[in-house]
Structure formats: C-alpha cells, structure tokens
C-alpha cells in the first residue's frame, strides 16, 4: 500500500519541522516519491518503521488517500514467542548491582529523555534489562549511542540510580570493531597522533604561530602565541575541532589574554583538550589521554589548567583527572572558562561593553557544564555564564526551562559525530522551540559541540533566525580596549 502525504502533516504528526522531514526523505531515512500537487508517495511499511521509530502510534489514513491497495491481504499466523531465559544482574554491564537495584522502576527517567520511545530507547527498560542479564541484547542495540548522556534521566530519578554510568559501561564493553566508526577513530587517532583529528605538529606550529603574528600586527601590538613557554602561569588545552576547522576562532581567547596580560603558554605536542575515550567508554585510552595533559603541566611547570571551551573536554577531563590523577587535581588549579573568565572580570583584568551586542539574548546551558559537573563534582556552572553574558549584552531572556532542567542540544555523548543525525535532530527539537519561544536572536553557547548543533543543523532544520556565538567570542568582541 502506498500513502500520499504532504510534508507539513507529517511534520505535525512527529512534532518537528518541515525541513525535518524534507531531510529525512532527501538521506532516505523516510524513502518517499514526488507525488501529485506538491504531495510525496510512501510505502505504508516505511511510513509504520518511520512510526516505529520514533515511538508514534501510525495514523489511520482516510481509504481515500490510499492508493494502489490490493486486496486484504490475511494476516501471517505468526510463530509462537521464543521464551528468552534470564540470568542474575549483569555484573559486567553494572559492576555496582545495588544500583540498578535501587529502580523502583517508576519511569520518571523516560519522561523526561527527549528521545524515549525513539527506536524503543528507554532508559527504564535498558535498566531492567541489565538487572535481567541480557547482556547480548544490549550491546548489540544502538540505545547507548544514541543517548547523548544528557543526564536528564538521572536527575528526575528519586531512587539516584547512576543511568549514565550504566550507559558508558554498556559503550565500553562493546567490541572496539562496533564502536561508531568516527568515534573510535578519534580515539585512536589521538593515541597515535596526539590529538583526534590527527594534525601534525609541523602544520599545528606553524598555524598559531601565523595566527600569532597576524593578532600582533592588528588589534594586539606585540603579540606572539607562546609555545611550550616554562613557567608559565596558564596551560591552555585545544579543541582539535578549531585548528582544523575554525582557526581564526583561537584568536578570540588570544585577545581576552592579550588584555588580561596572562601568562600562558600553548604545549607544542598532545595539546588535545577533548577526550573521546569518554564517548567510546574506553577507561584506558581516557587515561592516557589525560595523564598526558598531566605530563605537560609538569613538564612546563605550569601552575593552572584552562580546559577548552567545550562541555565534553572540560566533564572528560575532570572526571579522568579526579579519578585516576588525584593529587594532580589538588595540585593544579583547573580553571574552567567561566572560572577565569569571571576571575578576570572580577579582578578588573578585563572591562566589557555591553552595548556592543543589542540584539535579545538567550543562554543555552551545556549539560557537561551544568547538571553533570553539578551531580559529578558537586559545583554545576549556571549563574557565572549568566553574569558573563549579562555583563556583554544588553538585553537578556532566559529559556524555559533551563540551568539544571535544561534540554539537550541533542549533540551529546558523540552525537555529533556519530552516524544517527535522524535521532539526533529529533532529540534537538526541544531545544529549538525553547529557542523561538524565548524570541531571542543571538544565542550564545559555552561548548562548541552545542554550537555545531544549534547553529549548522537546528537553525537551517527548524527555520531559526538567529545568530549564535561562543562565550569567547561573545566576550573577546565586547572587550573594551585599555587606555
Ligand atoms: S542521558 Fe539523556 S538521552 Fe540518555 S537516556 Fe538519559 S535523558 Fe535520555
Ligand atoms: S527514574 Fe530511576 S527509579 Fe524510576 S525507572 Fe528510572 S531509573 Fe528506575
């Protein structure tokens, strides 16, 4: 049987954009033909696994939008179940069974996951099922991956069970070969090459140090990037995403320590800030990554860390440094950027122009920085990215909801580069009707990953108008030059 549809129906019916579903039919997650007067052709049967999907009950289509219905066909008498035999609590899955013991099974957790009931994700089930013992179940179901460890789930659980441990000890027990491809390949590129996206460090050198000297002949007089500076005060860790991607995007955090006058330095190997030993759920390579930011600290004798700006990096390598490194954690200051960013706003190392951004602004909350680093190392980041933007804008509303109860961006826990951008766009849905709702026109975000997001996949798939920006970026153009 096959269905005629119009695109703005079907967008109704799953809750998201037009272009949404134009996308899907475009990718082939939805297979759909040009039809008659602007309408699509769909098989019924790609129409119910679309439904199926993402968790919607298939609409009962009038007999007249039907076309080429054979006859009634009889149902196949289906083969009695196979009765599946369980086993005690998955010890390996749940190392800890007194936690998944605590589930009093009350389904808070699904309620408030943006992508419950998509592909049957659900945090309740994946739960029992690991009490249950069907390990082969849950590894070989994409669930985990399409999780973006938001941490929604666990912070409307009354019983406190560690949802998310569960979901990365569910990603690290998978054979390395099933490992979404381009995660597992930033891991190993970044064990082999010292950071994910393997730049070497001939081409890394010669990049700052031209950035470097560009600032110092402009807007910064005298300015040079130091690299591997002994001694210096501040490590700055990098997200590889910006000198592959967006290099000139280095320069903003150069400018506010231009007019700070810090003392910083970059390290010239293993600068990598990210660590995706932590999406793959790989402890191992997590620990050699972090163990080598430890190692250039000690190597520079550098009294402070600056983790990226990055929610992912800053959760990654805290939680690794604090668990395997603890007395490097006691021993080094680790700034996050609100941290120093507020540090130099509060010492008066920096003075900020509102006025240079007029446009109505909003904030979306990173849940690394957020509602996880809150849960994991009890400080969550929420009123000092409020101050900070305050401070360079002059018009601020917030979302509803937000700081602790915020939404996902739907990019989390290597959603981005993960090959699942159908659930990934739908899991973002909620995050582009708070940004309309909030009517602002600049949005400003602390993680790069959230920028990717919003700005390169929300805004053009749910027609938003809006600019978005970094914190950094926010800051670095809102700097008011010294005297
Ligand atoms: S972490 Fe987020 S995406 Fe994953 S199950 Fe929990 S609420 Fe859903
Ligand atoms: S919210 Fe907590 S107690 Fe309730 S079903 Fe989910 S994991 Fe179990």
């Given at each position: ?13 799953f ?6 579903i ?16 602007r ?23 009038p ?40 589930c ?20 309740r089930?994946i ?5 249950l ?13 399409k ?150 600290m ?24 604090e ?51 809150l ?13 900070i933007?305050?401070?360079c804008?002059?018009?601020?509303r ?19 580069a ?12 909620e ?20 920028k ?32």
């Amino acid at each position: 049987m096959v269905y005629e549809v119009k695109v703005n129906e079907l967008a109704e019916e799953f809750g998201v954009h037009r272009n949404t579903i134009r996308n899907w039919i475009n990718s082939g997650t939805l297979p759909a033909q040009e039809g008659p007067g602007r309408r699509y052709l769909i098989q019924a049967e790609d129409y119910h696994r679309l439904c199926d999907k993402f968790g919607r009950k298939p609409k009962a289509f009038p007999a007249a939008q039907a076309i080429n219905a054979p006859a009634q066909e009889q149902p196949t008498p289906q083969a009695p179940p196979v009765p599946i035999r369980l086993s005690l609590s998955s010890i390996h899955l749940f190392p800890d069974p007194a936690l998944a013991d605590c589930c009093v099974t009350c389904g808070s957790c699904a309620g408030a996951c943006p992508i419950a009931g998509v592909d049957d994700l659900d945090p309740r089930k994946i739960i029992r099922m690991a009490l249950l013992g069907l390990e082969e179940e849950i590894l070989a179901s994409d669930w985990p991956w399409k999780c973006t460890l938001c941490g929604r789930c666990e912070e409307s659980c009354p019983a406190n069970v560690k949802i998310l441990e569960l979901m990365r000890s569910i990603r690290g027990q998978r054979d390395r070969a099933k490992v979404p491809h381009p995660i597992q390949k930033g891991v190993t590129t970044c064990l082999e090459k010292g950071n994910n996206l393997g730049i070497p460090k001939d081409d890394f050198l010669q990049l700052v140090k031209g950035l470097g000297t560009e600032l110092g002949e402009t807007i910064c007089p005298g300015f040079t990037t130091p690299v591997d500076v002994r001694g210096a005060r501040l490590l700055v860790t990098v997200n590889s995403k910006e000198p592959f991607v967006q290099p000139r995007q280095l320069m903003w955090w150069w400018r506010i320590f231009y007019a700070a006058q810090e003392s910083w330095t970059l390290s010239s190997e293993n600068w990598e800030g990210v660590n995706w030993g932590f999406y793959s759920g790989d402890d191992s390579s997590m620990k050699t990554i972090v163990e080598r930011i430890v190692d250039n600290m000690e190597r520079l004798n550098c009294q402070a860390l600056l983790l990226p700006e990055c929610g992912h990096a800053y959760y990654a390598t805290r939680y690794g440094l604090e668990k395997w490194f603890p007395e490097s954690a006691r021993k080094f200051k680790i700034y996050s950027i609100f941290d120093l960013l507020l540090e130099y706003l509060t010492a008066g190392r920096i003075n900020l122009d509102p006025t240079i951004h007029n446009k109505l602004t909003t904030l979306h909350d990173s849940c690394n920085y957020g509602r996880k680093s809150l849960k994991a190392f009890g400080h969550g980041y929420f009123s000092e990215g409020r101050t900070i933007v305050q401070a360079c804008c002059t018009k601020f509303r917030e979302m509803i909801p937000n700081s602790g109860d915020s939404y996902c961006c739907g990019a989390g826990g290597g959603a981005w580069a993960s090959p699942y951008a159908a659930e990934r766009v739908f899991h973002g849905r909620e995050k582009a009707r708070q940004i309309k709702a909030s009517g602002a026109k600049l949005v400003v975000t602390s993680c790069h990953n959230c920028k990717d997001q919003i700005a390169h996949s929300l805004a053009p798939e749910f027609n938003l108008e809006i600019e978005v920006k970094s914190l950094w970026e926010l800051v670095a153009q809102a700097l008011v030059p010294a005297s």
